[in-house]
């Protein structure tokens, strides 16, 4: 059953622009325009927006083809340019945009315009998005040089550290401290990680909006294990944490995966740093080719092993390197199939998360969106068509997207948000 959503009706409209053209409608359905006749629908009166006529035999829900509308100009049944929606019909499908489970709409930003400015919903804007998260109140992004959140109630998108639009690098106070280009992102409810990539660092974001630098030292790449600023950083990006400790992937040539303790700084390598490859086995021998992402479910580190196409499990021993286990779960050649552990293809996966039962993930060169049962490693595509690369709302297989980048599940709405270019999508999900 799907959850009951925060926002009101009057609210969802608002945001969603999606109210057709009278105030007795709910939402539009796919396609945006008015149905033809409907099925009982008496004569309206004249004029755009007319009330609703009855629901139409085998139409979808809002006004989609086959659905009833309002009288339009002239007076006829069920024909106006901008009625109001009636409601489905017999064999009638979910509205969408709407709150219909499986429904994919643009929540934040805009996937045509990219900008700096705050505001609500689809009026915000947003340079070059990178890494997801969320602590139930707020979702999180990291955005070119800055850190933004957006109220999960509101959609109103607030810039909180980070001059956007101007690359540098300097601790303090909101849009006093500035960032490199930013990517991963997580947090604990409290503090906001990022990693600061374009400085090779990682910063911390506390809740005034304090920047500090955690680990790494400024401009110096390298990969070297330490505490502070004597750890070293090569093409970090994603970002996660397990509740205990903040983990990242590295994508440069060394291709590997670093353990952050957010208390001290402290900094240790439990896996790759052997070049590029697919090798599996412990943490000191094992290699990775350009990772991501990853996230943590039941106990292990999931890596999107995103030039292999292929994701990784890093099950956690109590020591050095050596100790932790690496195997391939799942995935095999680029491309894109359904089905269980290694009989699965991706291509190029990016963001991972987990919603409790299954790991969401963003496959971005398939443009769509995968979920994996844990722990029968069973992989569906849940929204998307697979190599069609465009832009839309819709349910499931009808909704689109281009190169899904990160996606986060907010166990508060039992929603999924998706960063996708300049606009964060919304798929209301459980």
């Known amino acids: 059953m799907r959850r009951l959503t925060y926002w009101g009706l009057a609210a969802t409209c608002a945001l969603l622009t999606a109210c057709g ?9 796919t396609g945006g325009t008015a ?63 709407g709150t219909a489970r499986g429904c994919v709409i643009d929540w ?23 890494g997801i998260t969320g602590d139930g109140t707020f979702i999180w992004v990291a955005d070119n040089n800055g850190v933004r959140r957006i109220n999960i109630r509101t959609a109103v998108v607030t810039t909180v550290a980070g001059q956007l639009g101007n690359q540098g690098f300097a601790n303090g106070q909101g849009t006093a401290a500035q960032f490199g280009f930013v990517d991963g992102i997580a947090t604990d409810g ?9 400085n090779n660092l990682i910063r911390a974001v506390d809740s005034s909006g304090n920047v500090t630098t955690l680990a790494g030292s400024q401009g110096q790449g390298g990969v070297v294990d330490g505490t502070g600023a004597a750890a070293r950083f090569e093409s970090a990006r994603g970002m996660d944490y397990d509740g ?11 291709s590997v995966i670093r353990r952050i303790n957010p208390s001290i700084g402290a900094v240790d390598t439990i896996a790759g740093n052997n070049g590029q490859g697919t090798t599996n086995g412990g943490g000191d021998v094992a290699q ?13 580190l999931w890596v999107g092993d995103t030039e292999n196409n292929l994701i990784r499990e890093i099950v956690l021993g109590g020591g050095g390197a050596a100790t932790h286990t690496v195997t391939t779960a799942l995935g095999s050649t680029p491309g894109h199939m359904d089905g269980t552990g290694t009989n699965t293809q991706f291509d190029r996966l990016r ?18 969106i995968r979920a994996i049962d844990l722990p029968a490693l069973t992989v569906t595509t849940i929204a998307g068509s697979p190599g069609m690369s465009s832009h839309a709302v819709g349910i499931g297989p009808a909704a689109r ?18 960063v996708e270019g300049s606009v964060i999508r919304r798929m209301f999900y459980k």
């Open 21 to 29: 053209g009278s105030s007795d409608g709910l939402f539009e359905g």
């Open 35 to 97: 149905g033809t006749t409907s099925t009982g629908g008496a004569s309206g009166s004249t004029g755009s927006g007319g009330s609703a006529g009855s629901p139409g035999t085998g139409g979808s829900a809002g006004a989609g083809t086959g659905g009833s509308a309002g009288a339009g100009t002239g007076g006829s049944a069920g024909a106006g340019t901008g009625g109001a929606a009636g409601s489905a019909g017999a064999g009638g499908a979910p509205a969408c945009p």
């Open 108 to 130: 934040a930003g805009s996937f045509a315009q990219q900008g700096t400015r705050d505001g609500t919903g689809t009026a915000a804007r947003f340079e070059a998005l990178g």
């Open 190 to 198: 409290t503090t906001v990680w990022v990693v600061d990539g374009g």
């Open 244 to 254: 205990t400790s903040i983990f990242v992937a590295e994508a440069g040539n060394s």
């Open 288 to 300: 990775f080719n350009r990772p991501r992402n990853l996230g943590s479910a039941n106990g292990s």
């Open 351 to 368: 963001g991972i998360d987990f919603d409790g039962t299954a790991l969401v993930v963003a496959d971005s060169d398939n443009f769509v």
């Open 401 to 418: 997207f281009n190169k899904p980048l990160d996606v986060h599940f907010d166990p508060t709405t039992g929603d999924l948000f998706i």
